[in-house]
Nanobody
Framework: QVQLVESGGGLVQAGGSLRLSCAAS????????MGWFRQAPGKEREFVAG???????????YYADSVKGRFTISRDNAKNTVYLQMNSLKPEDTAVYYC????????????????WGQGTQVTVSS
């Protein structure tokens, strides 16, 4: 019943930036956890960043070490949208990026996500 739609992917030079968006529909997320994952060719899906909140309070923001300091996850409750700002992109960031959602949790988690978007391709050239 929950639909997630990613957008914002594309081709960018190393060192460039992209902002991914994940729009949720089907219900309002007044309390939830959402995250970004990515999967490169021949690799397994990996966690990138996550955020949880209950109404106006953010409980956690969590990043994989590989993107810490370069990527920023944020949310817009009014638009039911989560963003991933990606700066200083590297060729190794090339992957299909997926948005995911699950019920609210207080502590950071990379598991238990029930809803997934279709993914958006990010390609970083050297």
């Amino acid at each position: 019943q929950v639909q997630l739609v990613e957008s914002g992917g594309g081709l960018v030079q190393a060192g460039g930036s992209l902002r991914l968006s994940c729009a949720a529909s089907g219900r309002s997320f007044s309390s939830a956890a959402m995250g970004w994952f990515r999967q490169a060719p021949g690799k397994e899906r990996e966690f990138v960043a996550g955020i949880s909140w209950s109404t106006s309070r953010t409980y956690y923001i969590y990043y994989a070490d590989s993107v810490k300091g370069r990527f920023t996850i944020s949310r817009d409750n009014a638009k039911n949208t989560v963003y991933l700002q990606m700066n200083s992109l590297k060729p190794e960031d090339t992957a299909v990026y997926y948005c995911a959602a699950r019920n609210f949790v207080v502590q950071p988690t990379t598991t238990g996500y029930e809803y997934w978007g279709q993914g958006t391709q990010v390609t970083v050239s050297s």
